[in-house]
C-alpha cells in the first residue's frame, strides 16, 4: 500500500521538539515538518491535528502491513461500498430464508428462470449468510477497532497538549485567518477579548500576546464514540448466535389447549384467538365489498412454567401460572426473556372429543352417552346393558392402494372408530361397528352401508350424537413465534451508544481560535470541524465586541469547508 | 506506549482473527444446529411403550439404528419389514433399532405394531422433541448412531432390506 | 365541512402556495437584472415574500396533516398516498431549517420544487382513508416513519444544493472532455427529474380524460398434487397500452389516437400482469419526458445546464458546499435514529427480529452506508466540491429508490410494498 505523506526522517521541529514518524505538524507547535509544506500557501492538513498515526513507521513488519491494512480509512471505504453493493445484490430475488418450505436448488429456477438459477448458483440466494458477506461484515468490525485505536489516542494527546503559542504558518494557513493591525498592548488586549470568548462558551488560554480558545472538544470524539457502538452492535449480533442465548420456534397453539414450549419448561394456554375484520362502515366508500381488512389478531395467553416432574414424560407435569397477556401484533407476551408473538392462524376448527350415545334404532331407546377422546381414548366404554371396546382409530381416514383403511395424516380431519360391541341381542364375538364423529364423513365414507356390511341385517345399535353441547373441538388455531434472545440488551446498548456519538459528532462543532499580538499585528486563525460559516459568523461578533470591525468573508482563507 | 504497541497489536488482531473466524465459521456451517454426520446424536427423553422413559444413554456403547416414523406414512409400513428383519439378524451383536413414533397416541401406534408386526423398542415423540432436536423434517428419516454416540449416516427416505444390511454392517464393523 | 375535507381542501391550498412560493423565489433570483432596484435589495426583497408564502404553506400543510389525524383517528403516514404527503411535509421543514440558518434565496428556487414534485407524486396514489392494520397498530408507526423521513428530507435538501453546486460549477463554456463529461451528466441529472415529470403529467392527463384499458391472462400451474390450478389475473391500464403484459388477452380497449391495440408484449421474463404495466408506465414517462425535455431545448435554444447555469451567478460555490454538507450532515443522525433504530426496535416488537434482511431494510441500510461513505471519503479523505456534490446527488437517487423503487420493483414485507 502505498503512504499520501512522505515519511520524513529528520522529525525534529526547529523549536526543539522531537515527533514521531509520520507527524506533518510539529506536535508543540503546529509548524509544517515536511520542506515543501512549508513552501506552500495552501490550508494546513488539520485532519487528527496533523499529528501521527499510531501505526506510521519506518520499517514495517508483517503485523505492522496488516495492522496498517486495517488503519486505512481508504480501506474502510472500500468495505463500506463492498458492503452497500453485496447488500444490494441481495434484494435482486427474494431470500431463501423468506420461505418456510421451499427447495432452493428448484425454486429460483423454476419461479425466476435462468437468471433465478444463476442467482442460486452464485449463492445470492442467501447472500446475508455467505462467508464473503460475514467476512466484509468481520472487516469492517476490524477496520471499526483498528482505525479508531490508531486516531484516537494521538489526537487526544494532542488535544491534551495543545500549546498556545504557536508558529505564525500554522495560523496563517488556517481555513479562517485573519491579519489586521492592533495598536494595544497585547496583554491588556488579549485580556479584553477573553470577556466575549468566555460568553461565548470558550474556554480561553492566555499566554501573553497569544491566546488559545477552545470549545466543545467533545465533539471531535463523537466519530469514536459511534464507532465503539457499532463496535458493540456486532458483538451483540455475533453473540445472539451462541448457543443458550437465542430460541427461535413457530409453534401452533389450539385454542383451550396447554402446549409445551420445547426446549424450556413453560407451556402456554391459548385460551381465546380472535381475529376480526373491519366492518363496512369503518371502509373507505370505494374499498366496501372489494377488500377485507384485519382489524384485530389476538391471543388470550396464559403462560405456565413447570415446577415438578418436568422432564419426565410418563408423568404429568405440574404447572404453575406465571404470566398472562392478550398476544397482538405489536404487544408480544413477555417473560423473562421469552417473548411470544402473534405469527399465523388458522380458523380450521380441530375436534378434540365427541360424547355419542349408543342408541336402539328399532325402539329409539338410548343407553347413555359416553365420552370419546381423539387422542389417546379410553380403550372400553360402558353403555348401559352394552360394552364397546374400540379395536382401531384413524385420525384421517383413507383407504391406501390395497383398498385398506388407513390414516393419510396424524391430524384429525376425518376421524374414525372401530368398535367391538358386545352385549344383549348380539352375537358372542360381539358385533363390529364404524364411527365417524363428523357428519360429512359419515356421508362421504358411508357409514351406514360399512356397518350394514359388517352387522349384517339384524343391526339395531347405532352410536349418535345428541346435540353441539356434546362435541367438543378447538375453534382455532394460533400460530405464535417464541423467541428468546438474550444478547438484545446489548444491540439495543451499541445502538444507543452510535446514536450518542451521532449527536456528539454532527451537532456540535469543535471549534478553536488561536491568536497572536506582536508588534502591532494581530494574528488569528481558526479551526473547526465543520460548519465554517456559523464560525466565521461567530469570530465576527466576537471581534465586533472589541471593536475590531470585519466581514465575514475576508476571514474566509479559501477552502473553508467541511 | 511504545514497547508494549507490538503485543497489543498482536492481541488486538488475534481477537478479531478468533471473533472473525466464530461469526464466518457459523454463519457458513449451518448453526441451525441440527445433527450432521460425524457431529453427536442429541439425547432424548421419550416414553416408551412399555410406559418406561428411555434415554438414548441406556444404549451407550451399542450400535443404535434410530427410526422416525408415523403410521400415516405409507414408506415408513413399507419398510417395517426390513428393520424387524435387520433387528433380529443383529441384536445380539451390540446393534438396537429403535422406532421413534412422531406425535401420534399409544392405541395407533399399538395397533400399528400389531399390525406390521414388529418386536424393537418402540418410543413416543408426542411432543415432537426429538424430531425438532434431530431436525428431521419428512418421514422416514434414519440415523445410524455408532458406539461412540456419534451420527455415522442419515438417511432419508424408505430403506430396503440390503442398504439396511450395508450400513448397520458398516455401524458394527467400521 | 367535515374534518377531512377541510384537511384535503387545506392540502390543495398549500400545493398551490409552495407553487408560488416557487415563482416568487424564481423572481426573487431571474428578476434581480431586470427589476429597477440593486441587485440584492430586489432578491432580498422578494425572497422574504417567498420565504412567507412558502411558509404559510407549509403551515397548512401542518393544518392539513393535524385535521387528517384528527380525522382518520390515526397518524396519516399508514399508505404511499400519506406517507408521500408527508415527505414533501418534511422536504419543506427541511428547507425551512436550512434556510434559516443560511439565508440563501436561491435555495427555495430548488428546494421548493422538490417538495411539489413529492406532492403531484402522491395524488397518484388512492387518497382515501384506510383503517390501520393490526401490524401498523404501534406507537413506533409514528416515530419510524416520521423520523425517517425527516431525515431523507434532509438529504433532499443536500440534493438540491449538490446539483445547485454543479449548475454553478460546471463549466458549460469548455470543450474539453472531462468538462464536456461533466456537462452531460449534469444534462442526464436534470432529463431525469424532467422524466419524473412528465410521469406525473402523463398520469394526471390520462387520469383527467379517463382512459382505461384492461387485459386478462389466465395462468395455469400445477399444484403440488397433480391438480391443475387456473387463475386469472386482469390488470386495468390507465395510460394506453403501448405494450401488453406477456401473453394477456385484451379484454377491454380504449382507442387513442386511432391505435387499437398494443404496439407490442412485454418479454416474458416480465413476470405477472403487473410487470408489464408498469413497463407501459416507465414508456410513457420516458415519452413524455423527452416530448418536455425537447420542447424546453427547442425554447432555450442549449443544454439545459448550460440555461440554468447563470442563474446561480454570483453565489458562492463554497457556501453551497457547505450547505450540501451541512444538510446532510444534520439528516445523517435522525435517519440513522428513524430509518435504521426504530425501525430494528419496531421490528422487534412486531415480528420478534430487529433484522430480517428485508428488501426495504436492505435499502435503509444501503442509503446508510452511502451516506456514511460520502461522510468518510469527505471528512478523512478530503472529498469536497465537484466529487462530494455527486455523491449528494447520487445519495438521493439512492434514498428515492428506497422510498419508491423497492415498492414498485421488490415486493417485501413493507406494507406500502405494491400498493401501485
Given at each position: ?28 507547535c ?152 492592533v ?49 458493540i ?14 430460541m ?20 402456554l ?31 388470550k ?16 407435569p ?7 397477556h ?31 350415545e ?172 465543520k ?29 473553508g469547508?467541511? | ?25 457459523s ?63 443383529w ?84 | ?26 423572481i ?8 429597477g432596484?440593486?441587485p440584492?435589495?430586489h ?57 434559516a ?96 415529470i ?64 398494443p ?37 432555450v ?87 462530494s456534490?455527486?455523491?449528494a ?28
Amino acid at each position: 500500500m502505498n503512504r499520501r505523506e512522505p515519511l520524513v526522517s529528520n522529525t525534529k521541529c526547529e523549536c526543539g521538539h522531537q515527533n514521531p514518524v509520520g507527524t506533518v505538524l510539529c506536535e508543540a507547535c503546529g509548524k509544517p515538518l515536511d520542506e515543501k509544506d512549508r513552501e506552500s500557501a495552501d490550508n494546513l492538513e488539520m485532519r487528527y491535528d496533523g499529528v501521527a498515526r499510531r501505526s506510521q513507521r519506518v520499517n514495517p513488519g508483517i503485523i505492522d502491513l496488516i495492522w496498517n491494512f486495517f488503519s486505512s480509512v481508504k480501506i474502510a471505504i472500500y468495505l463500506i461500498v463492498l458492503t452497500l453493493l453485496g447488500s444490494m445484490l441481495g434484494t435482486i430475488f427474494p431470500q431463501e430464508s423468506t420461505f418456510l418450505n421451499i427447495d432452493a436448488s428448484t425454486y429460483y429456477k423454476e419461479t425466476y428462470g435462468t437468471a433465478g438459477n444463476i442467482y442460486y448458483r452464485l449463492g445470492l440466494s442467501h447472500t446475508y449468510e455467505s462467508w464473503w458477506f460475514v467476512t466484509l461484515l468481520v472487516m469492517i468490525g476490524a477496520s471499526l477497532v483498528i482505525c479508531s485505536l490508531d486516531r484516537v489516542l494521538p489526537l487526544y494527546k494532542a488535544l491534551t497538549r495543545q500549546k498556545i503559542r504557536k508558529h505564525r504558518q500554522f495560523l496563517t494557513r488556517q481555513k479562517v485567518v485573519l491579519v489586521t493591525k492592533v495598536e494595544e498592548e497585547p496583554e491588556v488586549w488579549v485580556a479584553r477579548l477573553s470577556e466575549p470568548l468566555k460568553k461565548k462558551g470558550y474556554r480561553v488560554k492566555t499566554d501573553g500576546g497569544a491566546l488559545l480558545a477552545e470549545k466543545h472538544r467533545f465533539s471531535r470524539w463523537g466519530p469514536y464514540v459511534i464507532h465503539i457502538g457499532l463496535i458493540i452492535f456486532l458483538l451483540a449480533v455475533l453473540a445472539r448466535g451462541l448457543p443458550g442465548l437465542n430460541m427461535d420456534q413457530h409453534l401452533a397453539f389450539q385454542q383451550g389447549e396447554v402446549t409445551k414450549i420445547p426446549d424450556t419448561t413453560y407451556y402456554l394456554k391459548n385460551e381465546k384467538f380472535t381475529v376480526e375484520f373491519y366492518t363496512d362502515d369503518e371502509m373507505p366508500e370505494e374499498f366496501r365489498g372489494k377488500k377485507v381488512l384485519p382489524k384485530l389478531y389476538e391471543t388470550k395467553a396464559v403462560l405456565y412454567e413447570c415446577t415438578a416432574d418436568c422432564i419426565d414424560p410418563s408423568k404429568e407435569p405440574k404447572l404453575s401460572e406465571v404470566a398472562v397477556h392478550d398476544i397482538r401484533v405489536n404487544s408480544p407476551l413477555s417473560y423473562k426473556g421469552l417473548k411470544a408473538y402473534q405469527f399465523d392462524y388458522d380458523l380450521t376448527p380441530v375436534l378434540r372429543s365427541v360424547q355419542p350415545e349408543l342408541v336402539n334404532s328399532a325402539t329409539g331407546e338410548g343407553y347413555g352417552k359416553f365420552k370419546l377422546d381423539m387422542k389417546n381414548p379410553q380403550r372400553t366404554f360402558q353403555s348401559g346393558p352394552y360394552t364397546l371396546s374400540l379395536k382401531e382409530k384413524y385420525m384421517d381416514f383413507g383407504l391406501n392402494d390395497e383398498g385398506q383403511p388407513v390414516s393419510k395424516s396424524p391430524y384429525p380431519n376425518a376421524p374414525a372408530f372401530l368398535f367391538l360391541i358386545t352385549g344383549p341381542d348380539l352375537p358372542a364375538e360381539g358385533q363390529q361397528y364404524f364411527y365417524f364423529p363428523k357428519q360429512v364423513d359419515k356421508e362421504q365414507f358411508q357409514q351406514q352401508a360399512i356397518n350394514d356390511k359388517l352387522g349384517g341385517s339384524g343391526r339395531f345399535l347405532e352410536l349418535e350424537v345428541q346435540g353441539m353441547s356434546d362435541v367438543d373441538f378447538a375453534e382455532s388455531t394460533s400460530y405464535l413465534n417464541i423467541r428468546v434472545d438474550r444478547a438484545m440488551p446489548f444491540v439495543w446498548v451499541g445502538a444507543g451508544i452510535v446514536m450518542l456519538g451521532l449527536v456528539l459528532g454532527f451537532y456540535w462543532q469543535h471549534r478553536r481560535i488561536w491568536l497572536n499580538l506582536e508588534n502591532g499585528e494581530l494574528v488569528l486563525g481558526g479551526h473547526t470541524n465543520k460548519n465554517w460559516f456559523g464560525f466565521r459568523r461567530e469570530i465576527v461578533s466576537i471581534l465586533y465586541k472589541v471593536d475590531v470591525i470585519v466581514d465575514e468573508k475576508s476571514l474566509d482563507n479559501g477552502g473553508g469547508l467541511a | 506506549m511504545g514497547k508494549a504497541r507490538k503485543p497489543i497489536q498482536i492481541i488486538i488482531l488475534s481477537v478479531i482473527l478468533l471473533l472473525g473466524g466464530y461469526a464466518i465459521g457459523s454463519s457458513v456451517f449451518g448453526g441451525d444446529g441440527k445433527p450432521r454426520e460425524g457431529s453427536k446424536a442429541p439425547s432424548f427423553e421419550l416414553l416408551g411403550l412399555d410406559g418406561l422413559t428411555h434415554t438414548l444413554d441406556e444404549y451407550k456403547g451399542k450400535s443404535v439404528v434410530l427410526n422416525f416414523w408415523g403410521s400415516w406414512c405409507g414408506p415408513c409400513v413399507k419398510e417395517m419389514p426390513a428393520l424387524q428383519a435387520q433387528w433380529e439378524k443383529w441384536k445380539d451383536q451390540g446393534v438396537v433399532v429403535i422406532g421413534v413414533n412422531v406425535g401420534e397416541d399409544q392405541m395407533t401406534v399399538e395397533n400399528f405394531i400389531k399390525l406390521v408386526d414388529i418386536d424393537f423398542p418402540v418410543v413416543m415423540d408426542s411432543g415432537r422433541s426429538a424430531v425438532r432436536s434431530y431436525g428431521v423434517s419428512p418421514l422416514p428419516t434414519t440415523f445410524f448412531i455408532n458406539t461412540k454416540g456419534k451420527v455415522d449416516s442419515i438417511h432419508i427416505g424408505q430403506l430396503d432390506l440390503d442398504s439396511l444390511d450395508g450400513q448397520i454392517g458398516k455401524l458394527v464393523n467400521p | 365541512m367535515s374534518l377531512l375535507d377541510f384537511s384535503s381542501d387545506v392540502f390543495i391550498a398549500a400545493f398551490f402556495l409552495y407553487s408560488g412560493a416557487f415563482m416568487l423565489f424564481t423572481i426573487a433570483i431571474m428578476g434581480r437584472r431586470w427589476s429597477g432596484r440593486k441587485p440584492e435589495e430586489h432578491t432580498a426583497r422578494w425572497g422574504r415574500i417567498a420565504f412567507m408564502v412558502s411558509s404559510i404553506g407549509l403551515l397548512c400543510h401542518l393544518a392539513y396533516f393535524i385535521t387528517r389525524w384528527m380525522g382518520s383517528g390515526h397518524i396519516p403516514v399508514s399508505n404511499m398516498y400519506e406517507f408521500m404527503t408527508f415527505l414533501s411535509m418534511m422536504v419543506m421543514v427541511a428547507f425551512t431549517v436550512i434556510f434559516a440558518i443560511y439565508r440563501k434565496i436561491i435555495l427555495g428556487v430548488f428546494a421548493v420544487p422538490i417538495s411539489i414534485i413529492v406532492m403531484a407524486y402522491a395524488a397518484v396514489f388512492p387518497q382515501e382513508v384506510q383503517p390501520l392494520i393490526p401490524s401498523l397498530k404501534s406507537i413506533y408507526l409514528n416515530i419510524h416513519v416520521t423520523l425517517a423521513a425527516l431525515g431523507e428530507s434532509f438529504f433532499a435538501v443536500g440534493f438540491a444544493a449538490g446539483l445547485m453546486y454543479l449548475l454553478r460549477t460546471v463549466n458549460f463554456e469548455s470543450k474539453e472532455r472531462s468538462d464536456r463529461k461533466q456537462q452531460r451528466l449534469v444534462e442526464f441529472t436534470l432529463f431525469s427529474i424532467i422524466v419524473i415529470i412528465g410521469f406525473l403529467g402523463s398520469v394526471f392527463a390520462f387520469r383527467g380524460a379517463g382512459y382505461e384499458s384492461v387485459f386478462v391472462r389466465s395462468n395455469v400451474t400445477i399444484d403440488s398434487s397433480g391438480q391443475e390450478d387456473s387463475t386469472i389475473e386482469k390488470v386495468s391500464y390507465k395510460m394506453p397500452p403501448i405494450v401488453a403484459p406477456y401473453h394477456s388477452e385484451t379484454e377491454v380497449f380504449q382507442s387513442f389516437l386511432g391505435i387499437n391495440e398494443p404496439l407490442f408484449e412485454a418479454p416474458s421474463w416480465m413476470n405477472g400482469v403487473n410487470a408489464g404495466r408498469k413497463f407501459n408506465t416507465v414508456i410513457w414517462s420516458l415519452l413524455s419526458g423527452l416530448i418536455l425535455y425537447g420542447i424546453l431545448r427547442l425554447a432555450v435554444r442549449k443544454p439545459l445546464g448550460k440555461a440554468i447555469h447563470p442563474v446561480l451567478d454570483g453565489i458562492d460555490e463554497n457556501d453551497l458546499d457547505e450547505i450540501t454538507y451541512r444538510a446532510i450532515a444534520i439528516g445523517f443522525p435522525i435517519f440513522t435514529l428513524g430509518a435504521l433504530i426504530f425501525a430494528m426496535i419496531w421490528a422487534q416488537v412486531a415480528w420478534g427480529r430487529f433484522w430480517g434482511w428485508d428488501p426495504k431494510e436492505v435499502w435503509a441500510l444501503v442509503t446508510w452506508l452511502f451516506y456514511s461513505a460520502y461522510l468518510h471519503l469527505r471528512l478523512a479523505r478530503g472529498w469536497q466540491g465537484r466529487k462530494s456534490a455527486w455523491l449528494a446527488v447520487l445519495g438521493f437517487l439512492v434514498v428515492m429508490f428506497t422510498l419508491v423503487g423497492v415498492n414498485l420493483v421488490i415486493a417485501g414485507l413493507h406494507s406500502y410494498a405494491g400498493t401501485d
